[in-house]
């Protein structure tokens, strides 16, 4: 499956953005979902993931309550929605796939990645 992001930009705190990731092929379904950050310096980190069907979701204690994960199988596309941004939410976002049940939250259980795109909060 091929992966690309859209909808990244640069937003004052407290805004909001809204992400979408749009998948190639008809297995869509197939793929547990996850978004993805990497902040200039740091490791890579999870933000959320999402179940085939959309049922089960996961957040980083860091999002939680601000971000948003859903996905749209008919439109093979899923989304993160930001809300009430933070300088610390700077990053590049990637979203990615991986193939069957299993909600992982290590970025070496997905196999399939984006290109990213840049969030950029400022203060």
């Known amino acids: 499956v091929q992966l690309v992001e859209f909808g990244g930009g640069l937003v004052q705190a407290g805004g909001h953005l809204r992400l979408s990731c749009a998948a190639s092929g008809r297995t869509f379904s197939s793929y547990v979902m996850g978004w993805f950050r990497q902040a200039p310096g740091k490791e890579r980190e999870f933000v959320a993931h999402?179940?085939?069907?959309?049922?089960?979701?996961n957040y980083a204690d860091s999002v939680k309550g601000r971000f948003t994960i859903s996905r749209d199988n008919g439109k093979n596309t899923v989304y993160l929605q930001l809300n009430n941004l933070k300088p610390e939410d700077t990053a590049v976002y990637y979203c990615?796939?991986?193939?069957?049940?299993?909600?992982?939250?290590?970025?070496?259980?997905?196999?399939?990645w984006g290109q990213g795109t840049l969030v950029t909060v400022s203060s």
């Open positions: 990615a796939a991986s193939r069957g049940d299993s909600l992982y939250f290590q970025s070496a259980q997905y196999p399939y």
């Open positions: 999402i179940s085939r069907r959309g049922g089960s979701t």
